[in-house]
Structure formats: structure tokens, C-alpha cells
């Protein structure tokens, strides 16, 4: 196998995801929703735009951290998927939350279970559950 400089750039220099954005018609529901549903902390940014920032968890464990702002297009463009303990507890929290499902639990084999919601504002969003046995 011949490694090339430029194999050696991607697994030194990797772009990775550093920060998501979702868009909202009507923030505050959004807001209330990943509060409710997820736990994150979502606060005003102090800045010279309307714009919300959005912490998922503590600073040393694995994850980004985004931000919230008011829809400028009809279509969302990106779908963050979220890790979470129990598929079935977040299924259920997300429809008393006001959110809905769109794709069902399908397994990934050997890599866990997986559906795909709409948050209240209608963005599309995946939540994953690790699970080795998944089938």
C-alpha cells in the first residue's frame, strides 16, 4: 500500500463538524422544544443579530455545540443526528414535545437504531442509539 502526503493531510488535518445552526419560524417554540426534549441549554447571544446559542453538554465529552435563528428558507438544508441512551424514551419525548416522527426505528446493523423526527418547526432531525447487536 503506497501512503501519500495527502493521505497523511486528511488523518492529521480532517475537517470535522464544529458547530450546527437550526432555523426556526418561531424560536421560542424550538427553544422549548431541545429544552424539553434534550436537556440543552439554549441562551440569547449577546451579538448584534437575533441569534440563540445552543450547549448539548459538558465541554470535555464528545459533541458540538450549536445555534438558533429565525428561518430564512423554506427548505432545512442539514440533518444533525443525536446520540441518545434509549431510542424509545426520545421517541416518546419528542411527540410530547410536540415534534414528529418520519422515518420509524430501523436498525443499522452492528451499529444501533436510528429514526428520523421533525421538530415543531418543522426541521428534520436523526436520533441514534449505539448498539452493537442491532439487526
Same mark, same amino acid.
Given at each position: %500500500?503506497?501512503?501519500?502526503?495527502?493521505?497523511?493531510?486528511?488523518?492529521?488535518? %480532517? &475537517? @470535522?463538524?464544529?458547530?450546527?445552526?437550526?432555523?426556526?419560524? +418561531?424560536?421560542?417554540?424550538?427553544?422549548?422544544?431541545?429544552?424539553?426534549?434534550?436537556?440543552?441549554?439554549? $441562551?440569547?447571544?449577546?451579538?448584534?443579530?437575533?441569534?440563540?446559542?445552543?450547549? !448539548?453538554?459538558? $465541554?470535555?465529552?464528545?459533541?458540538?455545540?450549536?445555534?438558533?435563528?429565525? @428561518? !430564512?428558507?423554506?427548505? &432545512?438544508?442539514?440533518?444533525?443526528?443525536?446520540?441518545?441512551?434509549?431510542?424509545?424514551?426520545?421517541?416518546?419525548?419528542?411527540?410530547?414535545?410536540?415534534?414528529?416522527?418520519? @422515518? &420509524?426505528?430501523?436498525?443499522?446493523?452492528?451499529?444501533?437504531? %436510528?429514526?428520523?423526527? +421533525?421538530? &415543531?418547526?418543522?426541521?428534520?432531525?436523526?436520533?441514534?442509539?449505539?448498539?452493537?447487536?442491532? +439487526?
Amino acid at each position: %500500500m503506497n501512503i501519500t502526503f495527502y493521505d497523511i493531510y486528511l488523518v492529521i488535518c %480532517m &475537517p @470535522r463538524v464544529v458547530h450546527f445552526e437550526i432555523e426556526a419560524e +418561531k424560536p421560542e417554540r424550538a427553544i422549548e422544544f431541545f429544552e424539553n426534549v434534550f436537556g440543552w441549554k439554549v $441562551e440569547k447571544w449577546k451579538g448584534p443579530i437575533e441569534y440563540w446559542l445552543i450547549t !448539548t453538554g459538558k $465541554e470535555d465529552e464528545p459533541g458540538i455545540d450549536g445555534g438558533l435563528s429565525r @428561518r !430564512t428558507e423554506a427548505a &432545512p438544508s442539514t440533518v444533525n443526528t443525536i446520540d441518545v441512551p434509549s431510542l424509545d424514551e426520545y421517541t416518546k419525548k419528542v411527540q410530547s414535545n410536540g415534534g414528529s416522527i418520519v @422515518r &420509524p426505528k430501523m436498525a443499522v446493523p452492528g451499529v444501533g437504531w %436510528m429514526a428520523y423526527f +421533525k421538530d &415543531p418547526e418543522g426541521n428534520l432531525f436523526g436520533l441514534m442509539e449505539e448498539d452493537s447487536s442491532a +439487526k
